[in-house]
């Protein structure tokens, strides 16, 4: 797994999340990527019954990584925040440890995902209790390691594909030259899952025209 | 045509000079032929005359003695006419080449003087390429090389240069030092790491991990560099499990597997040395450690249809798309 990006798509107004994975679609494709077969992901949420003791978790099942479940350990310091590789059967565990840990919320995302050149692109929609909760595009970059190499990669493509300004250095979890781990990746979902619909309402930077004209001529 | 026709009225005056004195000529040859017939024709009748009376004997010595002065006289005649016949009247025979025939009709002087010097030219000609045919098989037995004849097309430069002999480092220990020598040239390395594994014979496995980007698995018999094979960053990261058999699995990983190939035929087949190549082909691949980083030096962008400027120049080492690289 090479450094992994995970980005929330902003609706517009009046937009809905079809209609969002839609666009998102059309300029994925613009830019000569194609599909590549359906992926899924599913997160749980476990609450510890003694907040003192035990820490609360998340677990993430990819179809990515069919045999492998991604735990992922919250602390109050964020850089602490730990993630562990486990098999499959650990979700059989987590019912017999029911007393001690309670599932309380699932989140899946669903979607097409789409190949450019070594470059790996998903865009789904976030549901949790049957109800869809946002749109996000995780991009995957196989050949590189670490994200300070090759964000500006990462920040022409998302540029394009969001249709908005991607932030000069990476995400801070990637930043001083650290390897990419599946933890990040996680964290970056946990994050996502965490977020309040409202909070991300001034992120969005629209994309200058000439940038997209160019980026446009050069695809 | 002209020339031609001056020919011709020169070839007639000169006949109608030597028309009469021949006439004469024939005239005396015809008084020769008669005078000595009729000298042989009394000696073989002797002193007997036709109606086979006998003549005196001094009568007839004196009928002999005037007819051979007579004969004498007309051979005296015949021969001074000869003599006096004008000869080199007509030009020398010449072989019917065309250029030349015309040269001999030409009216300057230096075109005829050069066309009565031919013949010899050719016969000089004809015996430079019999001598040519002979030095040809000399040097046929003697295994001269054809680089040394003289039709050789020589390099613009003035000499070609000659690759110095190929160093064969057999042992493992003279192998290593030999490479340790060669990799400790200042800036050489930089920040790339090299790790060597001994294989069969004298061939070696160098796997070479630039900066955070990429390893690069060489393929050495002795020194030359045979194959190489550009592989991700985490893919056989141990030299010993390294699979030689395939490609990389990552797409611009196989893009610059080829560009690394194309680069080892330029710097091997450069006048440089095996050593100096293979520096060269150290310090091209260490360009690679910007592949994620660096915008094409052509279209200033980073990406073109997915992929980096994984195309690295042989002599300047900057960055270009394969499409966009410079030729």
Known sequence: MGVTVVFQWELV???THQQAIQELHGRINNTGAVQEGKFYYESKFYQASDSATTRDFYTLKTSEYPVTVFARVDDSTK?????IQCDSPME???VKLREFFTPKRTF????????????????????????????????????????????????ELGSYILNRQIDDKPPTLMENNKQFNPGMMVQQYVEIFSRKATTQANFQQPMKQEQIQAYNTQM | MANIVQAHSRLKLELEELVPSLVESLQKVQLLRHSADSLFSNLSEGCLLKDGEEIDKDKYISIVQEKLQILVQNFNALQTKIQKIPKNRFPPIVQPLGPLGMMMLDQSEAAK?????????????????????ILETYTYRNSRKRSTTSHQMQPAGGMRRK???RVIIDSPAAFKQHLSQLLHIPNILGDMKVQVREMFGNTRLLSISVRRTLNCHIILRHIQIERVIVKGLLEDENIDEVDLSENSSLDTMTRITEHAQASLIFYSFSSLTDEESFRKFLQWL???KTLFHA????????????????WRDFVTFQPYHFGCRSY
């Open chain 1, 13 to 15: 107004d009046g937009q």
């Open chain 1, 79 to 83: 850089d602490k925040n730990s993630c």
């Open chain 1, 92 to 94: 059989s565990l987590l």
């Open chain 1, 108 to 155: 899946e995302i669903r979607g097409t995902r789409f190949k450019l050149a070594d470059f790996w692109i998903r865009p789904g929609i976030v549901t949790s209790s049957g109800s869809n909760k946002c749109v996000t595009i995780e991009i995957e970059y196989t050949p590189s390691y670490f994200a300070d190499d090759c964000w500006p990669l990462f920040s």
């Open chain 2, 113 to 133: 003087k050069a066309a009565l010097e031919y013949p010899p030219v050719f016969h000089q000609f004809n015996a430079f390429k019999d001598f040519h045919k």
């Open chain 2, 163 to 165: 690759r110095p002999p």
């Open chain 2, 286 to 288: 260490r360009s690679y």
């Open chain 2, 295 to 310: 915008k094409c030096m052509r279209c200033k962008r980073h990406l073109v249809e997915g992929y980096p400027p994984t």
